[in-house]
């Protein structure tokens, strides 16, 4: 698993997204062999810190270890990096239905039962606010060139 999670502290959204299905893999192996890990609850758990992982390194990659703020850097430069954010909660959640799905194909397998929400919630409103900087972006352009 530490193979798995070390690009989660070590590396950006874009460096994530190529690690994600070894890391879901790795948490389904778990799943599927550990004593310990063989609750929903705990599984859950564990999702849920390698998404709080994914939101702070998200928050250090767009600040530059929290050394800029979005208005001190250039907009470009901030909406590409708030893209590659969303993208990698998207990469995040289809690995994770993915590997569920193939779970479901499986039934004697464990399967997949947790809760989505509290997973992937965090995630989710991160990237409306992300949204939300790239739309206001866009709005103050469009004001700036009339």
Known sequence: LERFCEPLYNSDPVGMLESIPGLINAVRMIHSISQYYNTSERMTSLFVKITNQMIATSKMYITDNYTQTIWSQNQAHVISKLRDCIKLNEEYQRCFHLTKTKLALT???????????????????????????IDMFIKMNIYLDL
């Open 107 to 133: 039934p004697s397998e464990r399967q997949f039962d947790f809760s989505e929400m509290y997973i992937f919630g965090k995630f989710d409103a991160f990237v409306r606010r992300c949204e939300k900087i």
